[in-house]
């Protein structure tokens, strides 16, 4: 069965699949997305991911169209083959194409390019789970606004591109000594046998799976605290683990080469990643 795409009101063969060259995501990175995973056929924290999609097209005063997201979903899934099962899903939206290349909004009724992607889920290997991740610390060189999911994805490229040389699995982006998300995903840390995450707000994104570890860990009875990990404090935090929609939830064992706690995926991990599991079978 060949890919079939979702772009701008019609469904296409993945070949047949084009956007203008003058597009704004192309030549601006104007424009915003979203990825959800499908659990069995059911799109999981949809309603948060289109709140925040909402909410990222206001911030950037995109006007995003009136679509009925789910019906889309439903049938890009089934004609993929994926109906029931276990999928990825790419969403973008950007401001549209307009010529002649203005840095200004394009004219009135320039109509947003809307596209989805559905794939079979990639499932995080297991061994990984269970020997844990390794990390790198990188300079924050983003803009002040990681709140928005933004299709400008630029200095996380170059971050994540470091991780890769370097053997590891993600970049830390650190600010004025503050260490606050991934370059794909959040943080959290056991500090004092408290977990803690940096707050939601302008210099991170606020992440789905994020916000489901916050829910799990009050269920769970793990004391949680928003506020900054310092860089200093990952000689002494006992475990470390990053969320994102792609990694669910991933032990973190090494940072620059050194072990977090005993280098091993520590208990508050493992019961947050079985809970998560269970909210997801
Ligand atoms: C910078 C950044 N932070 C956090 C996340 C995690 O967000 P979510 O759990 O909604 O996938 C992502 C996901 O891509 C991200 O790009």
Redesign the pocket.
């Known amino acids: 069965m060949s890919e079939v795409v979702y772009l701008s009101g019609r469904f296409l063969p993945y070949g047949q699949a084009a956007v203008p060259v003058e597009d704004r995501g192309f030549l601006f990175g104007d424009g915003i997305y979203e990825?959800f995973r499908v659990y069995r056929g059911r799109p999981f924290r949809f309603q948060d991911?289109l709140e925040?999609l909402t909410r990222s097209a206001r911030e950037i005063r995109l006007d995003l169209p009136d679509l009925d997201w789910a019906a889309i979903t439903g049938e890009l899934l089934e004609r993929n083959g994926l109906k029931g099962g276990d999928a990825t899903v790419y969403l973008q939206v950007t401001r549209g194409a307009a010529a002649p290349r203005t840095h200004w909004f394009p004219p009135p009724g320039t109509p947003a390019t809307v596209l989805m992607l559905a794939r079979p889920a990639r499932p995080v290997d297991p061994e990984l789970v269970e020997s844990g991740a390794t990390a790198i610390t990188h300079p924050d060189e983003r803009w002040g606004r990681?709140d928005i999911?933004s299709i400008n994805?630029l200095p996380?490229v170059l971050a994540k591109q470091r991780a890769v040389e370097a053997g590891a699995h993600e970049a830390l982006f650190v600010r004025d000594g503050v260490v606050l998300?991934?370059?794909?995903?959040?943080l959290f840390a056991v500090l004092d046998g408290r977990l803690v995450t940096y707050p939601r707000g302008p210099r991170?994104?606020?992440?789905?799976?994020?916000?489901v570890v916050l829910e799990l860990a009050r269920e769970l009875g793990i004391p949680v605290v928003e506020g900054p990990i310092l860089v200093s404090d990952l000689d002494r935090a006992t475990e470390l683990f990053i969320?994102?929609?792609?990694a669910e939830i991933l032990p973190v064992v090494r940072v620059d080469g050194r072990p977090i706690g005993d280098g091993r995926p520590g208990p508050v991990t493992r019961a947050l990643y079985t809970a998560f599991r269970q909210q997801i079978s």
């Open positions: 990825v991911h925040r990681c999911k994805l996380n998300e991934g370059a794909s995903s959040n991170i994104l606020a992440g789905v799976t994020r916000g969320t994102s929609t792609t």
